[in-house]
């Protein structure tokens, strides 16, 4: 096995690396630490985050430090205020014998004159975000014109949050021989623009396969119905008592409700979103890695640059817009040699989407069931348990109350004694979970409910009249919902539902046709009274009504369920635009311009990187 002593480096930085805990070079060191140490060459380097990619590049820089000059000789570039502070405590780390060396962080949302001070004093390695080190350029506080080594990290995430122009001019300031170093989980075609404009024959270093997943996160997917996506999450929560989680959603307010809902219903949860100030933001961080929440609910935008270690989990509350974000959502759990788990709750719709992730990221999804309330209260009572066995027991203190103690017990056999502590703890798990309905969808039936569409077990459905319509506000979802309410389930399943202007037809699986009658009993809509009853059954389609049927409705055309479908194009689909949120954005994209000479891209695209494997 390959030691830290075997890479050559400098006896203090080994010294501070033992003093870290670091035992043996993760496989991103093992094969760039050298190259960096022996060749002043160029080098992009693709790797998942939380592989060691900061030492890997951290290491060689500071070796290669003048101390006795103060000026700039390396400039850190990464997207986020959290990942600047990471990187910083770390080379500040692994230099800690080496005296004189100076590493400042510059990031928006601190006080820009105190890092202009800190940088006058002297500094040899600047980290910043790009759009507070574009503020000090212009500013004339730091001079970049003579370093000595660039370091683009998390390029790809750079590139994604917009900041392609800041970009090219902090680097046009930068001298033409200097050393470039890219670290990126991902290679899409703006990341290798960065590589054939800025870059010189780079070697390129891939660890794992490019643009593919982390190897130690075993990927899961559960399918169920958009409306059921919540009560899912909290199974999955349930499940898991252990769970140190972050939950991806796709907008702010997405992010806030569903972080609201949790903490309502008693979970260790905040949220995380463009929305908070810095201070919010910095306040939720230090709970979350201090484990005082359990669960972290948050946007793309805002989670990017995080560093946690040890979550167990990453649960995509939603699919991100993107195939290659999963790669960057999923690549927080899984590290440092650690297993990881990513989940994704999808609905029918989105299935065809986890096939293009597997063959994005390499990997295989497994389809997991909802966990039914049995297995979640099993699960949680043998974890309140084996937290009973592992309690440290302090005689000393308890010792003086155990006579009163029994007496008061005395009267209570061994096995009730054990029924009532349990329920004493448990009771709410029971109580909740005691009627829960299962949430997986049956896949190899029907169409979801409310498609429009009848299933191959058409035969056992009646059709129902309802005296809604269009003229009373009516769509299919509202029907559904109709149904859900008087009916206190949300396991009544239904056919087509076909809305006219006055009223509408719906059909019900016949096994609950007697408990939607009797429920839609003295119903009212609008103060007004739902009649419901028994229509006749259509020979071919609700296009052709029979003739002299009761309820045609004369000049209005059946749709058989197209208007539900138009709604849902309205509301906005799980992938598509939306009014309030704009799923059709990413949070924070600025749009994408071309990286550097478009007339040398064009030439040189063809021009390959010098490889080692």
Not at 21 to 35: S, T
Not at 62 to 71: A, E, P
Not at 307 to 331: C, M
Not at 533 to 545: G, H, L, R
Request: proline content about 4%; hydrophobic content about 35%; aromatic content about 8%.
């Amino acid at each position: 096995m390959t030691s830290f002593t075997d890479l050559g480096i400098d006896p203090r930085i080994l010294k501070a690396l033992t003093a870290l805990g670091f035992d043996a070079p993760m496989p991103v060191q093992e094969e760039v630490i050298p190259v960096l140490l022996s060749d002043k060459s160029d080098l992009v380097a693709l790797a998942q985050t939380g592989t060691g990619k900061t030492a890997a590049y951290g290491i060689p820089l500071i070796q290669n430090i003048n101390t006795k000059s103060d000026k700039p000789q390396a400039l850190i570039l990464c997207p986020t205020r959290e990942l600047c502070m990471q990187i910083t405590n770390d080379l500040k780390n692994f230099g800690k014998y080496i005296e004189g060396l100076s590493v400042v962080a510059v990031y928006g949302g601190a006080n820009i004159d105190t890092q202009v001070r800190q940088i006058k004093k002297g500094v040899q390695i600047i980290v910043a975000t790009p759009g507070r080190m574009l503020d000090l350029s212009k500013r004339r506080a730091v001079d970049v014109s003579s370093i000595q080594s660039l370091v683009l990290d998390e390029a790809d995430e750079m590139l994604n949050m917009g900041f392609q122009e800041d970009l090219n001019s902090i680097l046009s300031q930068t001298p033409e021989d200097k050393q470039t170093l890219l670290f990126s989980a991902t290679m899409p075609r703006e990341v290798e623009r960065i590589a054939r404009g800025y870059m010189h024959d780079p070697v390129e270093i891939t660890i794992g396969t490019r643009n593919s997943g982390a190897e130690n996160v075993n990927h899961y997917y559960y399918v169920v119905h958009a409306k059921d996506r919540y009560l899912a999450l909290k199974r999955i929560a349930d499940v898991n008592p252990d769970i140190y989680a972050i939950i991806f959603c796709r907008t702010r307010m997405e992010t806030q409700e569903v972080a609201d809902k949790l903490i309502k219903d008693g979970y260790s949860a905040d949220s995380l979103h463009g929305d908070l100030s810095q201070a919010q933001r910095d306040s939720v961080m230090q709970k979350f890695r201090e484990r005082n929440l359990q669960m972290l609910v948050a946007t793309d935008v805002a989670a990017r640059g995080i560093d946690v270690d040890d979550l167990t989990h990453i649960i995509n509350y939603n699919l991100p817009d993107e195939n290659e974000q999963y790669i960057h959502r999923s690549g927080r759990t899984g590290r440092a040699g650690k297993q990881g788990i990513s989940i994704a709750i999808i609905n029918l719709k989105e299935k065809h989407i986890i096939k293009q992730i597997e063959k994005q990221i390499g990997k295989t999804f497994r389809q997991s069931k909802i966990p039914s309330g049995k297995e979640v209260c099993e699960k949680q009572l043998f974890h309140m348990i084996d937290r009973m066995e592992k309690v440290d027991v302090n005689d000393k203190e308890i010792n003086s109350f155990m006579p009163a103690i029994l007496k008061k017990l005395e009267w209570l056999e061994r096995e009730d004694l054990i029924k009532r502590f349990v329920s004493m703890e448990f009771n709410r798990f029971l109580d909740y979970y005691r009627n829960a309905p299962d949430l997986n969808i049956d896949e190899s039936r029907e169409e979801p409910r409310g498609s429009g569409k009848r299933s191959s077990s058409s035969k056992s459905y009646a059709r129902l009249f309802i005296s809604l319509g269009r003229m009373d506000g009516i769509g299919p979802q509202n029907i559904i919902g109709l149904i859900n309410d008087v009916t206190h389930t949300r396991e009544v399943r239904l056919g087509k539902i076909d809305i006219k202007n006055s009223f509408s037809f719906f059909e019900v699986e016949n096994e609950y046709l007697p408990l939607v009658l009797s429920s839609m009993k003295n119903q009212t809509y609008n103060d007004r009274e739902i009649k419901v009853e028994v229509a006749e059954p259509m020979a071919e389609s609700y296009e052709k009504p029979s003739r002299g049927s009761r309820y045609q409705d004369k000049g209005s055309r059946s749709n058989s369920g197209s208007e539900y479908r138009q709604s849902d194009k309205k509301r906005g689909s799980d992938r598509g635009e939306r009014k309030s949120g704009g799923y059709g954005k990413k949070e924070g994209f600025a749009g994408k311009k071309s990286f550097g000479d478009d007339n040398k891209w064009q030439k040189d695209r063809k021009k390959p990187f010098r490889k080692k494997y």
